[in-house]
């Protein structure tokens, strides 16, 4: 997986590290790289939130709420 972006730009979230927006949490040292597969990331605009494994499964009613009804 690219962190590139279509004009060839390395991503801001590339380098960034990960925080959970919801509880404030950050992987263990040696969780960082996996956790980019299982965290759920949000961008709007040029930010970029991430929310970890456990607050996503715990607030997925919630997540799945707000989607577009045309997800449905």
């Keep these: 997986m690219s962190d ?4 060839g730009e390395q991503s801001a979230a590339a380098g960034a590290p990960l925080v959970c927006a ?4 950050r992987p263990e040292s040696g ?3 996996t ?11 040029a930010a970029a ?10 607030h997925l009613r919630s997540i ?7 997800w449905w």
């Design 64 to 70: 799945e709420g707000k989607l577009d009804p045309d």
């Design 49 to 58: 939130a991430w929310t970890c494994d456990r607050c996503s499964r715990e």
């Design 22 to 25: 919801t509880c404030g949490r």
């Design 31 to 33: 969780e960082a790289a």
């Design 4 to 7: 590139l972006r279509p004009d």
């Design 35 to 45: 956790a980019r597969l299982t965290w759920s990331r949000v961008t709007s605009g």
